[in-house]
């Protein structure tokens, strides 16, 4: 369903073609998609749960390493390098694993001593390179 408008000024006449069958087509798509029993079908992932702990304990990490220049943007550049906030980090993830201590899981406590582990072998890495 094409629409034909023209606009008169002084001496010129103007011709718009407005070509407004695609709304008519979403509309009908939309009508058309799922059958009034049926229902949008969920997304196959599962739905995120709340945070937890290693969710909390990974981010602090990821920024620790990021503070090292270890983690690109999405362009592939890594930002500048501040050891000073990266030990900053690194010391907030061992404060909090000792004011945790016997208040975690096997599975928590390992990821603290993995993720230390990690973090301080690349800081003195970068340390010693900067």
Do not use: C, H
Not at 35 to 63: N, R, T, V
Not at 86 to 91: C, F, R, T, V, W
Not at 98 to 120: D, H, I, V, W, Y
């Amino acid at each position: 369903m094409s629409e034909e408008s023209r606009q008169e000024t002084p001496g010129i006449i103007i011709k718009k073609k407005v070509d407004e069958s695609w709304k008519n087509a979403v509309e009908k798509e939309k009508t058309t998609a799922f059958s009034p029993s049926e229902s949008p079908q969920a997304p196959k992932e599962a739905p995120p749960s709340d945070p937890g702990f290693l969710y909390f304990i990974s981010g602090l990490g990821m920024q620790a390493l990021a503070s090292m220049g270890e983690i690109p943007d999405d362009s592939g550049l890594t930002g500048p390098i501040d050891l000073d906030q990266a030990k900053q980090l690194i010391d907030v993830i061992e404060m909090l694993s000792k004011k945790t201590k016997g208040n975690l899981s096997p599975e928590e406590e390992n990821a603290f001593r993995e993720l230390l582990r990690q973090l301080r072998l690349k800081f003195v890495q970068k340390s010693r390179a900067v």
